[in-house]
């Protein structure tokens, strides 16, 4: 499968995304994964883009614990950062953006995604990145339902002029909604 998300890749950064941050998340997917019982050799993550469906081999560096476990107690906590990652990873793969600000809490969104500036150290923002994570899908709390539930989130600030995309992940039966609004 050449469709393939490398969550070590997370480990090295990006432009709003510290190393340490980006590793943070990266335990945060390997916990879920876990828990949810799969390994890395057999993990494909389904991605439906609205028009089109993807599937990607999830790939990481399996150091899983029993200290990782308890560091990750709060099951909310760790599968909101689990969520951002595999989002972040998309943005990557499905936008031609990157991350390069976490956006301030109020405003309805995660992320900025943007492009580097003709300045260092400047980035031009171009869209909103919306996350969303679930544990294990339920009628009551399925991708759609979260999907439509995260799109009127960041209504509130459409006027910024900047679309929005939005990422819904599911750990237990690996798959994600991943849409531009």
Known sequence: MDN?????????????????????CAECIMVCLHRAGHTEEKCVLHVDCIKVTEDFQLLWTDSYNDQIDRSHADEQITIEHAAEGISILLSLRLTPYTVV????????????????????????????LEVSGIRSETEANSLEKRFKVKCNQVTPTDDTGFPAYISVVEFSNPKAKFAKK
């Open 4 to 24: 393939v998300l490398r969550i070590d890749d997370l480990k090295a950064g990006l432009p709003g995304v510290t190393q340490i941050q980006g590793g943070y």
């Open 101 to 128: 600000q976490r956006s301030r809490k109020g405003t309805g969104f995660d992320y900025w995604l943007g492009i580097e500036a003709n300045t260092p150290s400047k980035f031009e923002l171009k869209a909103r």
